[in-house]
């Protein structure tokens, strides 16, 4: 009996100490529906975020005071639209505004952290966001958001990047974004020396109709013990010209 009552104590405390985490990945096209050039459709984007019932989000493709998206800023627009904190990583100087990335969440933003991300071949400079949330059991997540670059090369040497930077962390780091590489290609390859991607339940996602492509994801670093509670892309085909992707995460 002694020992039964151990082993029930030792469960309750895994269980108690194991925490769950909604995610959402959605690269967002700047709010403009493929089917609808020129409309911008910023409340489709949200009532997506909000219908998933995802706690943070990663972003891309997002506008800061550009002409092509009403001059509107899309980061502070969508966190309002949300009801969630935010934090906007530039990527470039676009007009006389920005065009990068968002972290959405409705936990407390602790630590946020940018990076420029290497570009050997001249291109479209890219960023690294990272954020740390404080969930509501007192613990701490840092999740990394990211939209790396279309040369083959540039990805390769922003991934060393993102696994040198992993390195340093203890704690779960969450990886999420559109890293325009598929399964099997270097960059990817390169990161799951590092990151554990969904191989069981993942399925393309772009482009937002006949989908074929699986270049988003949510990773999670190889630090910490954790099972994917669900991994899916919601099938809403018209708000982007990307599928958005959910996570629910259980990490010990």
Known sequence: MKHLFIILLSSLSLTLSAQTIKVLSYNIHHA????????????????VIVDSKAEIVGIQEVDIHVS??????????????????????????????????????????????????????????????????????GKRVSLANTHLDLHEENRIAQAHFINELAELYSSPLILVGDLNAKPGSEPIKLLEQFFVRNTTSNVPTSPNVNPRNEIDYIMLLDNVKFKWKSYKVIPEHEASDHLPLFAEIEIQ
Not at 34 to 46: F, R, S, Y
Not at 108 to 129: F, H, Q, T, W
């Open 32 to 47: 403009n529906p493929p089917a609808k050039p020129g409309v911008i459709d910023l409340p489709a984007i949200a009532k």
């Open 68 to 137: 092509r998206s009403e001059m509107v800023n899309q980061a502070e627009k969508l966190a309002e639209l949300t009801g969630m904190d935010y934090y906007f990583s530039k990527g470039i100087d676009l007009e006389k505004g920005y065009y990068g990335t968002l972290f959405l969440s409705k936990h407390k933003i602790v630590g946020k952290r940018r990076y420029d991300l290497p570009m050997p071949v001249k291109s479209e400079n890219r960023s690294l966001a990272i954020v740390d949330v404080e969930l509501p059991n």
